[in-house]
Nanobody, 123 residues
């Protein structure tokens, strides 16, 4: 299973970005959940959002109302639409495939990880 995250970049505060996570291999055949995590410089990796195969989702409180996760199972791709970005959203964003179908917030519940894409929000 391989995950390729893309779409990161430099944006001003208040701007928007859309991240993509393309999966290859047997990822979607198991119908497991997928998630986004992020890691800011000097901080631990933290949960951002998760989505089930059927489209159910959950978010970290810090991004609720600003981020929206979606997935296209036919294209083996997950997305993260981010609006009203803030400097504190600056981080490397990682996508991952869960071990089960549940919407988990803990990184230990995710089995496969992408390489990350950098999002930088300037003030």
């Amino acid at each position: 299973v391989q995950l390729q995250a893309s779409g990161g970049g430099l944006v001003q505060a208040g701007g928007s970005l859309r991240l993509s996570c393309a999966a290859s291999g047997r990822t979607f055949s198991s119908r497991n959940s997928m998630g986004w995590f992020r890691q800011a410089p000097g901080k631990e990796r933290e949960f951002v959002s998760a989505i089930s195969w059927s489209g159910g989702s959950t978010y970290a409180d810090s991004v609720k109302g600003r981020f929206a996760v979606s997935r296209d199972n036919a294209k083996n791709t997950m997305y993260l639409q981010m609006i009203n970005l803030k400097p504190e959203d600056t981080a490397v964003y990682y996508c991952a495939v869960g071990r089960t179908r549940g919407l988990w917030t803990g990184s230990q519940q995710y089995e496969y990880w992408g390489q990350g894409t950098l999002v930088t929000v300037s003030s």
